[in-house]
RNA sequence: GCUCCCAUCGUCUAGCGGUUAGGACGGCACCCUUUCAAGGUGCAGACAGGGGUUCGAUUCCCCUUGGGAGCACCA
């Protein structure tokens, strides 16, 4: 148990479409990190880059959040002490903290164009040097720079110290070196006004005293920029932590393709929020023999410095089981509840709605243990509200120790249906003593008998228990179907014996 | 090419100088069983390689190899 001060951290996702899992995973991390130490959590959106904006992201992002239940404190939808929680509004403040680096000759400014710097990318390539800004503009006396400045179109870049070694910590890896001539005199303001992420972030997280940055493990490579950057504001530099990103199964970068789906799709996949929840932090994050962690075991036993180094690769099959331990643990009526959701969505239109909801509760028990996912349900158990359930072909009965034997499976067919046409009360209890008396009057197995009376009254092969389905589908029904199988099977031309 | 990061079963991880290297998913076998599940039991399965440091390295250091990331007026 380590004593830890009550921190502040953030999500900063840009609003370029929905936050997917390795992202939001990143956010999870931090929630809890905030939830664990009693501090806060708070939400920013960095649209400085208007090109890359997405029309409606900023909602999806708050509802992903939501379904996920992590909640924030500050934001751009509630506000707080240190908004706007929007960076497009808060350009004057990276305005005003470019003007000081400039004044300070900590920047300056630059008058390259696009056009020449790309040409300036390609010698570098050709000459096999590596890329990067060479500081053409960097001796620009500053009055004649400020003087250009006003007329002409500009960006400001940082002015990196010539030679010496930066040194930043990560809380996870410790202090991270590297020589300033590896890094070249970065932008931080550009033509048009916006800051880019290095400034946005310089100005922004010691605004709204941030004490832990939180963010994938690619923005590791920019740590001494920022680091520099902050010692030229003034800044005290906060805590990082950079966390590793997540693969995809073959390896490799997660993609669409293999489950770096955003996480309001799990949900339409029939995930629970808890499991996945619970899914994501446990791929790179461990706590002992520990695998299934409720919200609250999460709060309480979760360590932002606990967090593994390596790349995690997204285990679908996991994922798959954990939600199926939560299904399996959730309380029937709250089961029931998510069902019946589902089947009003997904059943046949010609069903009629709303739908029987005594039905669902009848239902729900026999397939609590059968689903992983919610979107096991309907093919599951649709037969139950299908009233025409169609005789399968003749195939489906036709397996095993009946291959061949259509008169025989007619003939047991027909045996079961007057038992189950005798049965009273038609209860599943009864119905199952009363059919195993069968099979032992007839002779056969259990398990055979079972399955051709199964694949009659479902359809299926593969179903809910037999008994108590039988019961929700009602006596007149399964007598109706089985002789409908039976006279079907009796039509069948029996193989020649050859 | 340059810079940085990472390295325990197939996968996610526990381990924080001395362990029969533990757990979970997945796999396999058996049990239970009306199908399918669920559940139970068991089995197989890992410290990338090489140097050091140390009485002793999975653990600390270095190198190699292998992965990953970054090198934009994107974040």
Redesign the pocket.
């Known amino acids: 148990m380590t004593s830890q001060r009550p921190v502040r951290v953030r999500y900063?996702?840009?609003p370029t479409g929905d936050p997917h899992v390795g992202n939001i995973r990143t956010a999870i991390w931090a929630w809890l990190h905030a939830r664990h130490t009693g501090g806060q959590f708070l939400i920013r959106i960095?649209d400085?880059?208007q090109s890359?904006k997405v029309e409606g992201s900023v909602e999806r992002i708050l509802a992903s959040l939501e379904w996920l239940g992590l909640d924030w404190d500050e934001g751009p939808d509630i506000g707080g002490p240190y908004g706007p929680y929007v960076q497009s509004e808060r350009l004057d403040l990276y305005r005003a903290a470019a003007d000081r680096l400039l004044a300070g000759r900590q920047a300056y400014r630059c008058f390259?164009?696009?056009e020449e710097?790309d040409a300036m990318?390609a010698r570098q390539r050709e000459q096999?040097?590596?890329?990067?800004?060479e500081g053409r503009c960097r001796n620009i006396p500053p009055e004649e720079a400020a003087d250009r400045g006003a007329r002409e179109?500009?960006?400001v870049r940082f002015a990196v110290p010539e030679g010496g070694v930066t040194v930043a910590e990560d809380l996870?890896?410790g202090p991270?070196?590297?020589?300033n001539d590896?890094l070249?005199d970065?932008?931080i303001l550009?033509?048009?006004g916006?800051?880019?992420?290095h400034l946005?972030h310089a100005v922004d997280d010691p605004a709204m005293q941030i004490t832990h940055v939180t963010r994938g493990?690619?923005?590791?490579?920019?740590l001494p920029r920022h680091a520099l950057l902050f010692d030229a504001l003034g800044e005290p530099r906060p805590i990082y932590v950079h966390t590793?990103?997540i693969?995809a199964p073959g390896?490799?970068?997660l993609s669409k393709r293999h489950g770096a789906k955003s996480v309001l799709e799990y949900a339409e996949d029939g995930f629970l929020p808890d499991a996945v929840l619970n899914f994501l932090c446990?791929?790179?994050?461990?706590?002992?023999?520990?695998?299934v962690f409720s919200r609250e075991r999460l709060i309480e036993v979760f360590e932002i410095e606990?967090l593994?180094?390596?790349?995690?690769?997204f285990?679908m099959?996991?994922l798959t089981?954990l939600n199926?331990?939560y299904l399996?643990e959730m309380p029937v009526e709250t089961l029931a509840e998510m069902i019946a959701q589902r089947l009003e969505r997904e059943l046949p239109a010609d069903v009629y709605r709303p739908l029987d909801r005594g039905l669902v509760e009848e239902a729900t028990p026999l397939i609590q243990?059968?689903?992983?996912t919610l979107a096991d349900v309907t093919p599951l158990v649709d037969f139950f509200w299908q009233s025409e359930v169609p005789t399968p072909p003749a195939d489906a009965f036709l397996q095993k120790k009946f291959r061949g034997q259509p008169v025989e499976a007619a003939r047991l067919l027909t045996a079961s249906a007057r038992t189950v046409e005798a049965t009273d009360p038609f209860e599943a209890a009864v119905l199952?003593e009363r059919m195993r008396a069968l099979a032992a009057e007839l002779d056969v197995k259990?398990?055979d008998l079972?399955?051709l009376v199964?694949v009659a009254v479902t359809g299926r092969?593969?179903?809910?228990?037999?008994?108590?389905s039988m019961e929700i589908v009602g006596q007149g029904v399964c007598v109706d179907r089985i002789d409908a199988a039976a006279a079907m099977l009796a039509e069948v031309p029996q193989p020649e014996p050859s």
């Open positions: 900063a996702p840009s960095e400085t880059d890359r390259c164009t696009p710097l990318r096999k040097r590596p890329p990067g800004y179109p500009h960006v996870l890896r991270i070196e590297v020589a590896t070249d970065f932008v550009k033509s048009d916006f800051p880019t992420y946005a493990d690619e923005w590791l490579p920019s590793p990103i693969l390896g490799g970068k446990i791929t790179g994050w461990g706590y002992g023999d520990e695998t606990n593994s180094l390596n790349p995690a690769t285990d099959d996991k089981w199926g331990v399996r243990e059968r689903i992983q199952e259990v398990g079972f399955t199964r092969r593969v179903t809910p228990p037999l008994f108590e």
